[in-house]
């Protein structure tokens, strides 16, 4: 009589504990399951031995994400409160945004601001109401073409991967072409270096689109069978949103607040004063953003690995892993987002820089803010890009934000399976997306801008740079809670499972088996220690 083995709680019978070798011949392993061996000792009535310790990398015996049969549990870690320092500082933030906002909403509700929408001369020299609610339009404007990309992606999964690769790129060209003809030289030379890269890629990762169709169709068939995936993607679009509307009725009240020429009731006349509060409010955003998009990225990749592990459906797996996104898990959730939220901080900064020096007709500063600002995108990148698998383990098994990091990185190098990550399609359509996203947000605010001539613009068409760069990033950020938050973080997440154990995926979903095997053998070859 065989064994029924579950993970993640719950009911449903699960694939038995991974097998860190895989068969002496892939050719005798032709069943849906487990290697051979693995499938002689589950199968046929043995017990599997746990006497002695195995070493999986390093100096630990413990494996990373370890199954059920080894000390722990997965997918249901002890309780343990991880990172608390960071959730503290992250407690200490949030309440000093929730504090400045009360402060400057009701300076702001006392003020006689005329906020009409549409009228060709705003009252006011500064930014006021008709920017706030300019801006909650484009939050609308991003909810609702972040509802369009996530249903053109559930519906033509493979369509929606050549498309948006071939839309990016020319959009990287046509920016390109853009800044030439509005005479910005530097930035133009930049971004001309981007466009040829971005071209030649495009017909490079065009061979790689097949395999990440098949896995993209697979994630998706996941997701249909725990739909709580698009519910908790859903709920933290909508979370993102209303903090996104929030940030821009806090924005325009501290400006006219703290802005010298602003018309609130008890404006202070002090510019340091503004630009310390917009720095703090700026850096605020960018990591209660991150705590919130990740929160539903590690609640999501929770229901993913639920999913890989276990044959049958199991009920609650959303609760659980939401749970202790919410908890234990939260104060490492917030290290890894005060690491992207300083690198946006910083990236706001430089733009902000080359917009004066181009202002200002300073090439050289144009050029060296320009530069600046590309290499801090390029880590910020890269912390994305690593933050994601750390989050992935955070989500599995309840470490430490740095162990997970070390942990999961070791084990993706072991198995091979970085190659697949950084040939994989399916999350740069999702950025990509998000970046269309951004770029036709920031485009209605630019024509709502040009039908409604506030005065703020007629006075000063500077504040153009300063609108135009929210509304991008509100939505470039709405758009990413949709796309990291469901079907991206289930690819990562059977990444990160497919290196621990393939085999599971060879008994699921045999054809995408055979072509990662034929493209990648070292993903079925045993782990070397």
Not at 184 to 193: D, P
Not at 492 to 508: N, R
Request: charged residues 10%.
């Amino acid at each position: 009589m065989s064994q029924q083995y579950s993970y993640g709680g719950g009911g449903g019978a699960g694939y038995p504990p991974p097998q860190m070798q895989p068969p002496n011949s892939y050719a005798q392993a032709n069943y849906q399951g487990q290697p051979q061996g693995a499938q002689n000792q589950y199968y046929n009535g043995q017990q599997p031995h746990h006497n002695a310790p195995q070493q999986y990398y390093g100096n630990d015996y413990k494996q990373p994400l370890k199954p059920e049969g080894f000390e722990g549990e997965r997918l249901q870690p002890k309780p343990k409160f991880r990172d608390p320092i960071f959730l503290v500082l992250f407690l200490l933030v949030f309440a000093g945004f929730i504090a400045l906002s009360v402060i400057c909403l009701r300076s702001y509700s006392n003020a006689d601001v005329n906020v009409s929408i549409g009228r060709a001369n705003v009252a006011g020299s500064t930014l006021n109401g008709h920017t706030a609610i300019m801006f909650m339009i484009c939050c609308a404007v991003a909810l609702v073409l972040s509802f369009v990309y996530i249903l053109l992606v559930r519906t033509f999964p493979k369509i929606i991967l050549e498309a948006t690769l071939l839309l990016t790129t020319l959009s990287n060209v046509a920016f390109c072409v853009y800044l030439w003809v509005r005479g910005n030289t530097a930035a133009a030379i930049i971004f001309t270096i981007f466009a040829v890269l971005s071209v030649i890629a495009y017909f490079f990762m065009r061979k790689r689109i097949p395999l990440a169709k098949l896995i993209l169709v697979t994630v998706i068939r996941t997701a249909e069978q725990y739909k709580s995936v698009y519910v908790v993607a859903l709920g933290g679009l909508i979370v993102e949103t209303a903090f996104s509307a929030w940030t821009s009725w806090v924005v325009v009240a501290a400006y006219q607040r703290f802005e010298p020429s602003g018309q609130a009731a008890g404006s202070s006349s002090s510019n340091a004063s503004i630009i310390g509060i917009m720095v703090f409010i700026v850096f605020a955003y960018y990591w209660i953003s991150e705590v919130i998009k990740n929160i539903a990225f590690t609640t999501v990749a929770g229901i993913f690995g639920v999913a890989y592990y276990n044959a049958n459906k199991v009920a609650n797996a959303a609760w659980g892993a939401f749970r202790r996104s919410m908890t234990y898990s939260l104060g490492s959730i917030c290290f890894g987002s005060l690491i992207v939220a300083i690198l946006d901080l910083l990236r706001a900064l430089f733009n902000i820089l080359q917009s004066q020096a181009a202002s200002d007709g300073d090439m050289t500063g144009q050029i060296l803010a320009c530069v600046a600002g590309c290499c801090v995108s390029c880590i910020q990148g890269l912390v994305d890009y690593f933050n994601r698998y750390a989050y992935i383990n955070i989500a599995l098994y309840g470490n430490g934000y740095i162990t997970a990091a070390k942990e999961t990185w070791a084990l993706l190098k072991d198995r091979g399976i970085d190659a697949i990550i950084n040939d994989s399609l399916v999350n740069i359509v999702f950025n990509c997306g998000a970046f269309i996203i951004g770029l036709l947000t920031a485009l209605f605010a630019f024509i709502y801008e040009q039908l409604t001539n506030p005065r703020y613009l007629q006075n000063d068409a500077g504040y153009y740079s300063i609108v135009l760069l929210v509304a991008f990033g509100l939505g470039f950020n709405i758009a990413l809670s949709v796309g990291a938050g469901s079907i991206a973080s289930g690819v990562s997440t059977y990444f990160v499972a497919l290196a621990e154990d393939p085999y599971i995926l060879q008994g699921k979903n045999p054809e995408l088996f055979e072509m990662i095997r034929q493209q990648y053998p070292q993903v079925v070859q045993g782990v070397n220690h």
